[in-house]
C-alpha cells in the first residue's frame, strides 16, 4: 500500500510545518530556503487534489503546472525540493503501449505521491505537533458516562453481563455459562439458609 489516508483536519498543520521548515532553512540575504516558494505553492495544490479518505494522489505534472500557473521546470525543480527534504515521495509508473511494430515498448503514466512529514518539520510545530488534549468537561463527562455503564452491568444478572460488557464468542459464552452457574449456586444456598 503506497498511499495512506489522510486526516483533513491535518492540512493545518502539515502546510504550517513546511512554511515554518521553509522560514528555518532561509539563510540571511536569500530569497527562499530549501524549499521555495514554489514548492510551498505546489504543495498547496497537491493539499487541494488528494482525495483524503484513501491519500490517492496522482495528479499529472501537466495538471500542477496549469493549477499553479509555473513552468514545467519550476514544478519540477519543487517536486524534487519537497522529496529530497521528506515531504513528499512518489513512484514512477509506466503503461504498456502495445507497440509491436519496433516502438516502445512502454510510456511513463502519471506518478503516484504520497504526502509525508519530515521529522525536523514535525519539531518546528512545537506544541502543535500534537493534537490538543480534550476539554475537561468532555473528560470529566466521559469518566461520568463510563461509571454509569459500568453500575449498569453491575447491576444486570450474572450471564447477561458478558455480552453487556461487549463479548463475543467462546469467552462470552463460557463467562455466561460461570455466571449461571454462580446464580444457580446463590438460589440453592438462599434456599438452605431458609429451610
Request: charged content about 30%.
Amino acid at each position: 500500500m503506497f498511499w495512506r489516508p489522510f486526516n483533513p483536519k491535518d492540512i493545518g498543520r502539515y502546510l504550517l510545518a513546511a512554511e515554518r521548515f521553509e522560514r528555518a532553512g532561509r539563510q540571511k540575504g536569500e530569497r527562499n530556503g530549501p524549499l521555495g516558494a514554489v514548492a510551498l505553492e505546489v504543495l498547496r495544490e497537491l493539499v487541494r487534489l488528494i482525495d483524503y479518505r484513501t491519500g490517492r494522489l496522482e495528479p499529472a505534472l501537466t495538471t500542477i503546472m496549469r493549477r499553479v500557473k509555473r513552468s514545467k521546470d519550476a514544478v519540477v525543480r519543487a517536486l524534487a525540493n519537497l522529496r529530497t527534504h521528506g515531504f513528499l515521495d512518489w513512484l514512477r509508473r509506466w503503461e504498456a503501449t502495445g507497440d509491436t511494430q519496433g516502438g516502445p515498448p512502454v510510456k511513463q503514466a502519471t506518478n503516484a505521491y504520497r504526502l509525508t512529514m519530515p521529522p525536523a518539520a514535525e519539531k518546528l510545530l512545537g506544541h502543535l505537533a500534537s493534537p490538543p488534549p480534550a476539554p475537561e468537561d468532555i473528560e470529566h463527562a466521559r469518566a461520568a458516562r463510563m461509571v454509569g455503564v459500568v453500575a449498569m452491568v453491575d447491576g444486570l444478572p450474572l450471564d447477561e453481563q458478558p455480552a453487556a460488557a461487549g463479548l463475543t464468542g467462546p469467552l462470552a459464552a463460557a463467562l455466561s455459562r460461570l455466571g449461571r452457574g454462580l446464580m444457580r449456586k446463590e438460589c440453592e444456598s438462599a434456599e438452605r439458609s431458609e429451610s
